[in-house]
């Protein structure tokens, strides 16, 4: 069965703290990969990766895919409070438009 | 920019009822999702659809129907509502189809709790 796997669950760090958010999939015919963060209500995008070790970013943000390792990353630099959120990562089968989710890692970044 | 509009936000149903979710974009995007998200859990596709009059089953289709009339709307169903649909629901929508575009739009959600 198709899946993917978010670590950590959960993480606390203070503000000024680098994270580093994991992702890793068990995917028959793997499309791409997405992650999105999560605030109060809708998922809002972030990244989608195709292709394996080209780092995307954007701002503070950065995620890089490995194909070979079946995951991929989410960095976030100096920390602020406005990036607590759930960070999800899902992904895309090819030929297909089902995106699969992971549960999500909920990040907390206190003052 | 009114984008993906959801309605209700929140409901109550008691179990055996009916209702339907309504989704409506002004974006004219051919893609249409339904999700619907536990808590503590990542999001689950329901239902989706490539165009007026096509649809499709996603991930968890049981217990609720789709249909696509118009561009513009992709209304969810529940026929009898059950304690294990407690859940936020989230329509999106995308111009092309996931693979050649980068993002979905979503809706703010419906939080709908079943007793």
């Known amino acids: 069965e198709d899946k993917v796997v978010q670590s950590p669950l959960s993480l606390v760090v203070h503000e000024g703290d680098t994270v580093t958010l994991n992702c890793s999939y068990e995917?028959?015919?793997?499309?791409?990969l997405l992650w999105y963060k999560q605030e109060k209500k809708a998922p809002t995008f972030l990244f989608m990766l195709?292709?394996?070790?080209i780092e995307k970013k954007s701002g503070r943000l950065s995620s890089i895919l490995d194909k070979k390792e079946l995951s991929s990353i989410l960095n976030i630099t100096a920390t602020q409070t406005g990036d607590s959120a759930i960070y999800l990562c899902?992904?895309?089968?090819?030929?297909?438009?089902?995106?699969?989710f992971g549960k999500g890692t909920k990040l907390t970044v206190n003052p | 920019n009114a984008g993906v509009t959801q309605t209700p936000k929140f409901r109550i149903l008691k179990i055996g009822q009916s209702m339907t979710l309504q989704c409506t974009q002004d974006?004219?995007?051919?893609?249409m999702y339904w999700y619907r998200q536990d808590p503590g859990m990542g999001l689950k596709l329901i239902y989706y659809?490539?165009?007026?009059?096509?649809?499709d089953k996603g991930e968890v289709p049981n217990g609720y129907n789709v249909s696509r009339s118009t561009t513009e709307d992709f209304p969810l169903r529940l026929e009898l509502a059950a304690p294990s649909q407690t859940s936020v629901y989230f329509c999106?929508?995308?111009?092309?189809?996931?693979?050649?575009?980068?993002?979905?739009?979503f809706g703010s959600g419906t939080q709908l709790s079943v007793l």
């Open positions: 995917v028959t015919n793997f499309r791409s």
């Open positions: 659809s490539v165009g007026a009059g096509i649809t």
């Open positions: 899902a992904f895309l089968q090819g030929g297909s438009e089902k995106l699969v």
């Open positions: 974006m004219n995007h051919n893609y």
């Open positions: 195709t292709s394996s070790g």
């Open positions: 999106a929508s995308s111009y092309l189809p996931q693979a050649t575009n980068e993002k979905l739009f």
